[in-house]
T-cell receptor, first 112, second 115 residues
Framework: QKEVEQNSGPLSVPEGAIASLNCTYSDRGSQSFFWYRQYSGKSPELIMFIYSNGDKEDGRFTAQLNKASQYVSLLIRDSQPSDSATYLCAVILDNYGQNFVFGPGTRLSVLP | EAQVTQNPRYLITVTGKKLTVTCSQNMNHEYMSWYRQDPGLGLRQIYYSMNVEVTDKGDVPEGYKVSRKEKRNFPLILESPSPNQTSLYFC??????????????FGPGTRLLVL
């Protein structure tokens, strides 16, 4: 059974700080990894995609992947109150596959 | 405007009364999926489709059916709804773009209550 785990939170950080969100996955064959942001009452939106070990940066967001440790993280630099949302980690087993497995999400609260 | 649409957005029904939730995308995406979202359980994939007439089970397919007769449409059918299917449902479409990156777009969601 494929599993993706995240701390449910809430994770509270002050405005301007770095928010660190973590995700572990059970299936060592997982190939692609995603971070989605979901505001309350809204649909998820993709913010980061990573498939190679190491770091991937996009603006204030950095995704970090360590396949040996089966661990993927999301760092949000200079956190803003508008970053307050639930962050969902997702994996798929095969490249070009479509069997997504999502974690339960971590609720982030950025305090002004 | 590129989008995924779902109808209805809200639905209250009774146990055993067949219903269909429609999903349509205007981005010519190959791939489409249905998810349900429940508190504490996150998003769980029900079914997905790799192309027209090609569908496969996700992690929680029991009690659901899908069809993909056209590329743009991917309806979700509940033949005999039960209260444990009360949930928030999302349809999504996706494509693999350059640099081997997948991008998945979600619809606005359908909130279903089965009495």
């Amino acid at each position: 059974q494929k599993e993706v785990e995240q701390n449910s939170g809430p994770l509270s950080v002050p405005e301007g700080a770095i928010a660190s969100l973590n995700c572990t996955y059970s299936d060592r064959g997982s190939q692609s990894f995603f971070w989605y942001r979901q505001y309350s009452g809204k649909s998820p939106e993709l913010i980061m995609f990573i498939y190679s070990n190491g770091d991937k940066e996009d603006g204030r967001f950095t995704a970090q992947l360590n396949k040996a440790s089966q661990y993927v993280s999301l760092l949000i630099r200079d956190s803003q109150p508008s970053d307050s949302a639930t962050y969902l980690c997702a994996v798929i087993l095969d490249n070009y596959g479509q069997n997504f497995v999502f974690g339960p999400g971590t609720r982030l609260s950025v305090l002004p | 405007e590129a989008q995924v649409t779902q109808n209805p957005r809200y639905l209250i029904t009774v146990t055993g009364k067949k219903l269909t939730v429609t999903c349509s995308q205007n981005m010519n995406h190959e791939y489409m999926s249905w998810y349900r979202q429940d508190p504490g359980l996150g998003l769980r994939q029900i079914y997905y489709s790799m192309n027209v007439e090609v569908t496969d089970k996700g992690d929680v397919p029991e009690g659901y059916k899908v069809s993909r007769k056209e590329k743009r449409n991917f309806p979700l059918i509940l033949e005999s709804p039960s209260p444990n299917q009360t949930s928030l449902y999302f349809c999504a479409s996706s494509f693999w773009g350059r640099l081997n990156q997948e991008t998945q777009y979600f619809g606005p969601g359908t909130r279903l209550l089965v009495l």
